[in-house]
């Protein structure tokens, strides 16, 4: 804009002749017309007046080949250097990641970037002002909501010689983007990206009285799980927690884990596959990268005696979802707000229960894990 008000100047003093043509020919001269002579606010809609000829009013392009200067400024030998920046290093308007809290309330963040919306003073945008010529820095070409998050990370950018009192930012070198069309885990650069849900046991129990199979979760004694102690049935629920449980996240953020038993085949499931039971636990985690302890999943009674004979004699397997809510408000979720499944366990024979020994049982155990 410093060049353009120069250029103004000029044209105002009237310091051209009347002749129209790029090549100053004697054209009919019809002031206000294209390439005509002109004063300020004489030109015919369209045009503005620019050294003294009216020219379509076009903003001039930024930086075209020799950084720090205006291309039309710099051909018509003005030599006026160009302020503002890149415009390929602008953005849309980004806001810092929102809040939301423990509390379930939502909010802004503490902390607000200074600067202008062209150059803001966190991310040393490209073209944009620098004291120090020759100083390196962090810069971040993105959205303000991925910046060093999964595998985002800032670039480096050198203040390059500008004018005789100030530098300015040259190009964000290695800087790492979301990978675009991706919505989760690491590549999509938001505050989640994966977390670990470890469950101490994860065995079921099933009980058969009068040709019916009854599904009924077990309690830990001496760190192995035993099925409980019935004398009626259907069975009562039994009256200890099924499974301490805990949760490793790289994201602060309220979460839901459930754990839903299917009677099917985990490498195969299927929508139809029957449920015999589901526990879920939810807390807020609290810091992230730190293994913390959730309420314990309760103890259950199957609702279905068909669906856990099936369990019992055609095999089974266990579902692990997740649906939460990250600090910065990143929703954690599958398809259309369900609950996101992120591993199945398959389940050992039941004879495993018995006969731990079997070749078919040497990987079997009480507890297990997944990554989401």
Avoid: H
């Avoid at 379509?56 to 200067?69: E, H, I, N, R, S």
């Amino acid at each position: 804009m410093v060049g353009l008000r120069g250029l103004w100047w000029m044209a105002a003093l009237g310091l051209v002749g009347c002749s129209c043509g790029p090549d100053g020919g004697t054209s009919p001269c019809r002031i206000g017309s294209v390439d005509c002579s002109c004063d300020m606010g004489t030109c015919e809609s369209g045009l503005v007046c620019v050294s003294g000829r009216c020219v379509a009013d076009t903003p001039p392009p930024m930086d075209a080949g020799v950084p720090g200067f205006d291309a039309t400024v710099r051909d018509a030998g003005g030599g006026i250097p160009d302020v503002g920046p890149n415009p390929d290093a602008f953005f849309a308007d980004d806001p810092p990641p929102m809040e939301c809290r423990e509390d379930g309330t939502m909010g802004a963040p503490a902390e607000v970037p200074g600067g202008t919306p062209d150059c803001p003073d966190d991310k040393n945008r490209e073209g944009c002002r620098c004291n120090t010529v020759g100083e390196t820095a962090p810069c971040w070409p993105g959205l303000r909501v991925n910046r060093n998050r999964g595998i985002c990370r800032d670039g480096t950018t050198t203040c390059e010689e500008f004018d005789e009192f100030t530098g300015r930012w040259g190009a964000c070198r290695g800087a790492v983007l979301p990978t675009e069309g991706v919505d989760l885990g690491p590549e999509a650069c938001t505050c989640f990206s994966m977390g670990r849900w470890e469950i101490a046991n994860l065995s079921p129990c099933f009980i058969e009285s009068s040709g019916r199979i009854y599904a009924v979760s077990t309690i830990v004694e001496g760190g192995s799980a035993r099925c409980p102690s019935v004398s009626s049935v259907p069975p009562p629920l039994p009256s200890s927690d099924w499974s301490t449980d805990a949760l490793t996240v790289d994201c602060e953020g309220r979460f839901e884990l459930c754990y839903t038993l299917k009677a099917g085949n985990a490498d195969a499931p299927s929508d139809t596959d029957c449920v015999v039971a589901e526990v879920c636990t939810e807390a807020w985690y609290a810091e992230r990268g730190v293994r913390q302890e959730l309420p314990n999943l309760p103890a259950w009674t199957g609702a279905s005696t068909t669906c856990a004979r099936q369990f019992r004699d055609s095999g089974g397997y266990g579902e692990m979802s997740v649906r939460g809510l990250s600090v910065e408000c990143d929703p954690i979720e599958g398809d259309g707000g369900a609950r996101y499944v992120f591993n199945r366990v398959n389940y050992c024979p039941i004879r495993c229960n018995e006969m731990p020994s079997l070749p078919e049982c040497a990987s079997c155990m009480m507890g297990g894990s997944g990554s989401f």
